[in-house]
T-cell receptor, first 112, second 112 residues
Framework: DTGVSQDPRHKITKRGQNVTFRCDPISEHNRLYWYRQTLGQGPEFLTYFQNEAQLEKSRLLSDRFSAERPKGSFSTLEIQRTEQGDSAMYLC??????????FGPGTRLTVT | SQQGEEDPQALSIQEGENATMNCSYKTSINNLQWYRQNSGRGLVHLILIRSNEREKHSGRLRVTLDTSKKSSSLLITASRAADTASYFCATEEETSGSRLTFGEGTQLTVNP
């Protein structure tokens, strides 16, 4: 499969725990994006990378959230001290030179 | 914040009929993209239309863009039950870098 992959697909965690998600973009794509989607809403932008540089962060990305793309390939999104309001689908997308964005299947996070 | 607003929020039609969804946005854009999302799954890219284009076709899809009215429409012709999904418009704003701003989507149901 040469599409965007995300791991895990589902994560259930207790409030206060830390979680980390991984995204593997399409191999030749230099841009990688993270979005969050809650039920009945469209995705909301969180952050994006061009190669290993994090170029933009949304105000939605509180200091409990951190994203990395250390070698310009895969990326991780970590949420520290999770809260129930963090429950959502976390979507990763990649693109080449900022054109069409191709999305992965998402990681569904449930915070209990 | 959501820039795009889709209309209608929900649409139910019979197989074989055409479906039209509209999207309005607020700021100047580089391009507008339409995505489909099946329940609980990732987003599938359908079509991208640049700000200097007025109409684009892809198979049974026709997209129009009117930058003077800041609006776009997606027409799906000869609909099929498999077209049942949520459809989102997303804009890449001129000042935003390459992040996308999504609307809340139109839920399309095609009845067999």
């Amino acid at each position: 499969d040469t599409g965007v992959s995300q791991d895990p697909r589902h994560k259930i965690t207790k409030r206060g725990q830390n979680v980390t998600f991984r995204c593997d973009p399409i191999s030749e794509h230099n841009r990688l994006y993270w979005y969050r989607q809650t039920l009945g809403q469209g995705p909301e932008f969180l952050t994006y990378f061009q190669n290993e540089a994090q170029l933009e962060k949304s105000r939605l990305l509180s200091d409990r959230f951190s994203a990395e793309r250390p070698k310009g390939s895969f990326s991780t999104l970590e949420i520290q001290r999770t809260e129930q309001g963090d429950s959502a689908m976390y979507l990763c997308a990649s693109s080449l030179r900022g054109l069409e964005q191709y999305f992965g299947p998402g990681t569904r996070l449930t915070v209990t | 914040s959501q820039q795009g607003e889709e209309d209608p929020q929900a649409l139910s039609i019979q197989e074989g009929e055409n479906a039209t969804m509209n999207c309005s946005y607020k700021t100047s854009i580089n391009n507008l993209q339409w995505y489909r999302q099946n329940s609980g799954r990732g987003l599938v890219h359908l079509i991208l239309i640049r700000s200097n284009e007025r109409e684009k076709h892809s198979g049974r899809l026709r997209v129009t863009l009117d930058t003077s009215k800041k609006s776009s429409s997606l027409l799906i012709t000869a609909s099929r039950a498999a077209d049942t999904a949520s459809y989102f418009c997303a804009t890449e704003e001129e000042t935003s870098g390459s992040r996308l701003t999504f609307g809340e989507g139109t839920q399309l149901t095609v009845n067999p």
